[in-house]
């Protein structure tokens, strides 16, 4: 079956520090990858996406690589904030004409402090 | 506007009792999702529905039982509720990309808490 292994956490860093958080994955065929963030208190957002290999997803200064030759997709960040404080999900979508569930990792907290 | 939305935000009730949750999507989308979320923040998912009908059913107790009355809602049951109930839910609903990918729209929320 699918799986996504995520880097344990909290990770703990300080302002301006950058940041990298591993994803790696399992699943046959060619899988769309994502990271998704979730503020205290609220639900999942997308961050950013990619669906084929070599693609790159960036939004609000992250960025990750879709690797399929080392099944990664690793969240980069240049210059951490203390806004982005959060737990941080990395996700697979199966390529299919069905309906198969997403699956989603174990969550990373990042905790940014000043 | 709110694209995906649920109610209550907070529920606290005690063992034995039955609760519902509703959720609702004004996003045009398909598909949607119940999850699970426990207290280290793992990710579980329990159901989906693509166009009111059940299309993923994970090994949930049967004390839970989803009802989608169309495509824009999906509400969740949950009878004899126990302590292990305590969690997180959260609705959401998608729609394939022209890539197959299905990204998720989240909502709020409901902060379950069973005494």
């Known amino acids: 079956g699918n799986s996504v292994t995520q880097m344990e956490g909290p990770v703990t860093l300080s302002e301006e520090a950058f940041l990298t958080i591993n994803c790696t994955y399992t699943a046959t065929g060619y899988p769309s990858l994502f990271w998704y963030v979730q503020y205290p208190g609220e639900g999942l957002q997308l961050l950013l996406k990619a669906t084929k290999a070599d693609d790159k997803g960036s939004n609000k200064g992250f960025e990750a690589t879709y690797r399929k030759e080392t099944t990664s997709f690793h969240l980069e960040k240049g210059s951490v904030q203390v806004s982005d404080s959060a737990v941080y999900f990395c996700a697979l979508s199966p390529y299919s004409g069905g309906y198969q569930k997403v699956t989603f990792g174990t969550g990373t907290k990042l905790q940014v402090i000043p | 506007d709110t694209a995906v939305s649920q109610t209550p935000k907070y529920l606290v009730t005690q063992m034995g009792n039955d609760k519902s949750i509703k959720c609702e999507q004004n996003l045009g989308h398909d598909t949607m999702y119940w999850y699970k979320q426990d207290s280290k923040k793992f990710l579980k998912i329990m159901f989906s529905y693509n166009n009111k009908e059940l299309i993923i059913n994970e090994t949930v107790p049967n004390r839970f039982s989803p009802k989608s009355p169309d495509k824009a809602h999906l509400n969740l049951h949950i009878n004899s509720l126990e302590l292990g109930d305590s969690a997180v839910y959260f609705c959401?609903?998608?729609?394939?990309?022209?890539?197959?990918?299905?990204?998720?729209?989240f909502g709020p929320g409901t902060r379950l808490t069973v005494t």
């Open positions: 959401a609903s998608s729609q394939p990309g022209t890539s197959g990918s299905y990204e998720q729209y």
